[in-house]
């Protein structure tokens, strides 16, 4: 089917299509609103990451796109958040205790990787500000004269930005790995000493030992939608609680996808189960990152963020026009090229300027809630096993 007319089938999907398990429990007509509470949860997550994933091409992995992202996964947390309020006294029951305590289990790996996100955000900010540098170097006061003083400022500015980013991304050279000659200067790696201990905050850095992947990895492995005796046993909230944790599994994905990050990859083996509404649209999002991810222009990209392509791109262009100029000054042609491409550069440097730091609050209220939710779970279980 093609992709156009598979998301208008997603589009027109509605209320009707909400095949969820957590129906499919016993009870009579007293339980009927309590049912439709737990279902109404499962469909809201379809509908919240409906939209998702009907996103355009343009928008898909932009920062508006990971800030949605985020705004669902938040709305999705706090309904969750009440279902588990609601039913305080059955999470210390078996089995349910068995899905609520691995649920709190995947949440601290969770929080790591919302730290090793943070990481990933300084490290765009630090390029991004490089890229004024290279940005302001080219920008001439009169329209008519650029000096070579101005190339030598810019050429300077990109070495440095080159050896930011091979240093920062070893395992993916990005565009740099093949231009290097280009600045006269070998690719000398650093080591970066990370901050010592593991504190559960967002200002811990991951070591050197550490890898998305691998947590992501872990997470979904234990990820198993439960049997319809659990269902049946649990009054629905077995679904609850694995759909909350595949949807924070997801997105955790899709934010390392998105966002330079240690050890990032996203050949993470996990299947979207279809047997949930919810499954339909998150399918969807993985085959469409997927596909952008094997594109050829981004196979060796630190990262899928639309804007870190934009960036990408700005930098071939800029490193191009200094390659290519030799003697001064520039012919009119030139000049336009220049100017063109420093305009460009600009434009990704206002989005990243406009758009990190929103970005970097958002993902501290996402850690914020992660960590909320856990230690309310806990004590509401310690509390009833005492």
């Known amino acids: ?158 070495t440095d930005l080159a050896i930011v980013m091979l240093d920062d991304n070893k395992e993916s050279a990005s565009m740099f790995s093949h231009r290097n000659r280009s600045f006269g200067r070998p690719n000398k790696g650093k080591d970066h000493q990370k901050k010592p201990g593991h504190s559960r905050s967002l200002s811990w850095s991951v070591p050197n030992s550490w890898s998305a992947c691998k947590q992501l990895q872990l997470i979904a492995n234990g990820l198993i939608p439960p049997k319809s005796h659990e269902i049946s046993a649990t009054n629905g909230l077995a679904n609850v609680v694995y759909t909350m944790g595949f949807v924070l599994m997801f997105v955790l994905w899709a934010l390392v996808a998105a966002i330079p990050c240690q050890d990032r990859s996203l050949q993470v083996n996990f299947t979207v189960p279809r047997q949930f509404s919810w499954g339909t649209p998150l399918n969807l999002l993985h085959i469409r990152i997927m596909d952008e991810s094997k594109k050829r222009e981004r196979k060796n990209s630190v990262g899928l963020l639309k804007e870190i392509h934009q960036m990408e791109q700005s930098i071939h262009v800029i490193m191009d026009l200094v390659d290519s100029v030799n003697q001064f000054p520039l012919t009119e042609e030139q000049k336009e090229e220049v100017q063109t491409g420093v305009k460009e550069m600009s434009l990704v440097c206002n989005t990243f300027k406009n758009g990190l730091d929103p970005l970097e609050r958002q993902l501290r209220e996402v850690f914020r809630k992660i960590m909320s939710c856990r230690t309310e779970g806990l004590e509401i279980l310690g509390r009833a096993q005492a």
């Open 1 to 158: 089917m093609p992709f156009g007319t598979f998301r208008r089938s997603i589009m027109g999907i509605g209320n009707d299509h909400n095949q969820v398990h957590s129906m499919d429990v016993n009870g009579g007509d007293s339980s009927t609103g309590y049912h439709c509470e737990l279902g109404s949860f499962e469909h809201q997550v379809f509908r919240r990451f409906r939209t998702l994933s009907a996103s355009s091409g343009d928008e898909l992995l932009s920062l508006d796109w990971v800030t949605k992202l985020l705004d669902a996964f938040m709305a999705c947390q706090e309904d969750f958040n009440v279902a588990l309020s609601k039913n305080k006294v059955d999470l210390a029951k078996p089995p349910l205790d068995k899905f609520v305590t691995e649920f709190f289990d995947r949440s601290i790996r969770a929080l790591d990787i919302c730290n090793a996100i943070r990481d990933g955000i300084e490290k765009i900010r630090l390029w991004h500000k490089h890229l004024e540098i290279v940005s302001n170097a080219l920008e001439s006061k009169s329209r008519n004269v650029i000096v070579e003083g101005q190339f030598r400022r810019a050429k300077k500015a990109l």
